[in-house]
């Protein structure tokens, strides 16, 4: 008996934090599939009810139902959940499918059956902890209803038979387990329920952790956000209520990735159509050791202080709101992370037109130059024998080189921080191929490839995108040689500096000129860069950095905007993603009949970001225009 309540006791300090069964979600949690929700969607697609106009003289308090477009289940699939349960118990038990004699709760998003160590088991998915908590409900009141006790812990007890019943988190689901025994002893079943339980158990993170020991802030709980208007549905689970010691409201929700983000922008757009508005950089920090700061806002209005959040963590996504008086909430928003200020040593002056100074990324780059030519070589000697050694090739500056080779080729590999780098140095290894007599035998046409011929010899340069660089290919044979090399490196590598501006048209949309230095804006540490004009006299620029890299950039464009007398009035709605990018956030901000619109997107392993500025009807067209 004593060996079972142990092993209970453990699980259900597991569980509770992995499941968050004892946390109250905020009011109007959809408890059914999300097949049959509306859900809301935000910029283009329409406001959350009770948005007034941003003309409004006097702010309110935005209301509405604030949820993210219906799952997507192929993306993910319930019955994954499912699968990895059974995965782990059948490691431990012989496993059988089948009809069972077990109370079935409804509206689970999918099931099994079946038996396993001597007990007929149950389990069933559901898409929120606030559904699976329903249901949890509904089978005790079931077996209550047919004369069963509650005994020790999670089991329930009638005669000879012993049930347990309790839900986890599993894959972005939360998973329903009930589970029967009969015959033996009261101890022997419970033990041998708490085996099976054991078994199906993962340890790990989850939205339990996220609102529990990864959330710095103490959260009372205590219902109020429905009070005020305001609905919250399609998250994995929630936790409301007063953030202790202070008279803040608080509201936060875990969601699956990317779709915290539509709820994140739903929130944005309310309060700012609401008449709130967006005049200080308040953050500091953006990161701990469990997840980091994606994107933020604070507002204010009617002396008010409203700030609202995006955070990855631990592979899910968390929306936060803050509400109450300026200094408690500033004050808890210094408290929520604790490293990595991206803004750190960041200096920027008032400029004539937009805040002038150097924005580069704080954090380096998650691959070094060497590390990407020995990845690469890495693939290629599976394949080629390849000997290191000086070639036949001028030397060019570069982050890192190799020379060496293989058959009849010889080659170099270099690698440069960013497109812009690389073309200096083709053109500097063009010089030296001609005057040592090579000829150039390509059309021009494209930028960033170019071939000679010397004799019987060829020579050819490239360059892709690899590991958040470029490498530059440079390959020397015979006119004649057999050997595939160069196309065995070309086809198993990332795309070309081209292909990164392919999607819409945003490469014709924007017109090349060199603006931004004139206006004392500079920027460093990018991958791709495109600045010019795009509609109208709006002057555009687009920059590609690795993950998260470009983030840092936009955090401090955001702070140099507010520190220098702009504030964000007014938003611009956009489609959540196309077929490559998927938006992050976006910021308006307006000074002296000028506007300035800053966004950011991921796009692959990269981060997009875009600055536009000039008179704000061009702007928001071509923000807008962007996204066609």
């Not at 993962?202 to 952790?209: D, F, S, T, V």
Request: charged letters at 25%; aromatic letters at 12%; a negative charge.
């Amino acid at each position: 008996m004593r060996h079972a309540k142990l092993i209970v006791s453990f699980l259900l300090a597991i569980l509770i934090t992995t499941s968050s069964g004892c946390i109250n979600g905020p009011p109007g949690e959809g408890t059914g599939s999300p097949e049959t929700e509306t859900a809301f969607k935000s910029g283009e697609h329409g406001p959350p009810m009770n948005i007034s106009p941003p003309e409004a003289v006097k702010a309110t308090f935005p209301g509405g139902t604030f949820e993210p477009k219906p799952t997507d289940w192929f993306a993910y699939p319930p019955e994954y959940a499912i699968l990895d349960l059974v995965s782990r118990l059948s490691k431990r038990y012989n496993v059988t499918e089948g009809r069972v004699s077990i109370p079935q709760p409804q509206r689970s998003l999918s099931s099994f059956t079946g038996t396993a160590n001597g007990t007929e088991f149950g389990l069933f998915v559901y898409p929120n902890s606030t559904a699976a908590r329903e249901a949890m409900n509904h089978v005790v009141e079931l077996l209550q209803g047919d004369g069963f006790q509650r005994g020790d812990d999670i089991f329930w007890e009638k005669g000879n038979e012993t049930y347990t019943v309790f839900y986890t988190y599993e894959r972005y689901f939360y998973v329903l387990f009930v589970a029967r025994t009969a015959g033996g002893s009261a101890e022997e079943r419970r033990e041998k329920l708490s085996e099976s339980l054991e078994s199906t158990t993962a340890y790990g993170p989850g939205p339990g952790k996220v609102l529990g020991p990864f959330l710095p802030a103490k959260v009372i709980a205590e219902k109020w956000s429905e009070e005020r208007g305001l609905k919250f549905s399609g998250y994995l689970d929630a936790l409301e209520g007063k953030v202790k010691g202070t008279n803040v409201s608080a509201v936060f929700l875990v969601y699956r990735p990317r779709e915290g983000r539509e709820v994140y922008l739903q929130l944005k757009e309310a309060f700012l159509r609401n008449g709130w508005v967006e005049g200080e950089y308040i953050n500091t920090n953006t990161r701990d050791p469990a997840g980091h700061l994606v994107a933020s806002d604070y507002f204010e209005a009617n002396g008010t202080g409203a700030y609202i959040e995006l955070a990855r963590i631990t592979g899910v996504e968390r929306v936060a709101l803050l509400l109450g008086k300026s200094r408690e909430v500033k004050a808890i928003v210094n408290d929520l992370w604790s490293e990595g200020d991206p803004t750190e040593g960041l200096s920027f002056e008032r400029g004539a037109e937009v805040p002038g100074g150097v924005f580069r990324p704080v954090s380096e780059r998650g691959v070094r130059p060497e590390t990407v030519i020995s990845r690469v070589l890495d693939g290629l000697r599976k394949e080629f024998n390849i000997t290191a050694d000086f070639v036949e090739i001028p030397d060019v500056p570069a982050a890192a080189w190799y020379s060496g080779r293989t058959d009849d080729v010889e080659f170099m590999f270099l690698v440069y921080p960013n497109a812009t780098a690389y073309l200096k140095a083709l053109d500097e290894l063009t010089e030296k191929l001609l005057a040592e007599g090579w000829e150039r035998t390509d059309d021009g046409r494209e930028p960033y490839a170019r071939t000679f011929a010397r004799d019987s010899d060829t020579l050819t340069a490239f360059v892709q995108y690899r590991y958040n660089h470029y490498l530059a290919i440079v390959i020397k044979k015979p006119r004649y040689s057999t050997s595939d090399f160069f196309w065995h490196v070309v086809g198993t590598g990332g795309a070309s500096p081209g292909e990164l501006l392919s999607f819409g048209k945003l490469r014709n949309d924007v017109r090349p000129w060199n603006w931004t230095e004139k206006v004392g804006l500079r920027f460093e540490g990018y991958i791709y860069k495109l600045e010019g004009n795009a509609s109208g006299d709006t002057k555009a620029m687009v920059l590609f950095y690795p993950a998260r890299l470009g983030m840092e950039v936009y955090f401090q464009l955001k702070k140099a905007f507010l520190e220098t007398g702009w504030a964000e009035r007014d938003y611009v709605g956009l489609p959540s993603h196309d077929e490559r990018r998927h938006l992050v956030t976006n910021d308006l901000f307006e000074k002296n009949g000028k506007a300035v619109y800053i966004e950011i997107s991921t796009y692959g392993d990269m981060d997009v970001l875009i600055l536009l500025y000039g008179d704000k009807p061009g702007v928001k067209t071509s923000a807008r225009a962007m996204w066609r």
